[in-house]
């Protein structure tokens, strides 16, 4: 079985500061990782995503995230934090052998303070 | 025009009743989820359909049942409600089953007095 655990439900961050959220996954092989983000009464947005290739993986809104097996850790990162980050991040997984089933880490609520 | 969208967005409802959340995609995908999102943020797989054919089932009570009419849709219809129901629920697609990107709805809150 496959679980996320996502460090900090609560991450406050200053305009312009580092964004650092943290994920790491429990999987016998490696799965597919995911960032989603949810801002206030919407939906799921798709933020970035690993399968196979490059390690570092760039998405939206200047976020990257970096797989790391030896650490079992996808930990997702912005250079520079904008009032607009503010938003609820979810980590989840999925297996390699297809279903494209989803399993979420509980989340991390960002706040970002001028 | 919205790629997936649900209604009602919000649904207020009295226990023991039934109801049903309705969800459409117009991207052409070929599978179709839906999540339950509970007070916490936690979310939570509950049934996948690929060509209208039924691949995941979590463990869900069978007050819960989904039905897909054609591929571009995904009902979810839940008899006797009870407190504990009360939840988002959210649509999501994908073109296939294949590490896809998932595209998700809006949600419709459901809340069971």
């Known amino acids: 079985a496959q679980s996320v655990t996502q460090l900090g439900s609560h991450v406050s961050v200053s305009e312009g500061a580092l964004v650092l959220l943290r994920c790491n996954y429990s999987s016998s092989v490696p799965p597919y990782l995911f960032w989603y983000v949810q801002y206030p009464n919407q939906g799921l947005q798709l933020l970035l995503k690993?399968?196979?290739?490059?390690?570092l993986v760039k998405g939206i809104n200047g976020f990257e995230a970096e797989f790391k097996k030896s650490e079992t850790s996808f930990h997702l990162t912005k250079p520079s934090a904008h009032m607009s980050d503010a938003a609820e991040y979810f980590c989840?997984?999925?297996?390699?052998?297809?279903?494209?089933?989803?399993?979420f880490g509980t989340g991390t609520q960002l706040k970002v303070e001028l | 025009d919205t790629a997936v969208s649900q209604t009602p967005k919000y649904l207020v409802t009295q226990m023991g009743n039934d109801k049903s959340i309705k969800c459409e995609q117009n991207l052409g995908h070929d599978t179709m989820y839906w999540y339950k999102q509970d007070s916490k943020k936690f979310l939570k797989i509950m049934f996948s359909?690929?060509?209208?054919?039924?691949?995941i089932n979590e463990t869900v009570p069978n007050r819960f049942s989904p039905k897909s009419p054609d591929k571009a849709h995904l009902n979810l219809h839940i008899n006797s409600l009870e407190l504990g129901d009360s939840a988002v629920y959210f649509c999501?697609?994908?073109?296939?089953?294949?590490?896809?990107?998932?595209?998700f709805g809006p949600g419709t809150r459901l809340l069971v007095l």
């Open positions: 999501a697609s994908s073109l296939g089953l294949e590490q896809e990107t998932q595209y």
């Open positions: 989840a997984v999925s297996p390699t052998g297809g279903g494209n089933k989803l399993t």
């Open positions: 690993y399968t196979t290739g490059a390690t």
């Open positions: 359909y690929n060509n209208k054919e039924l691949i």
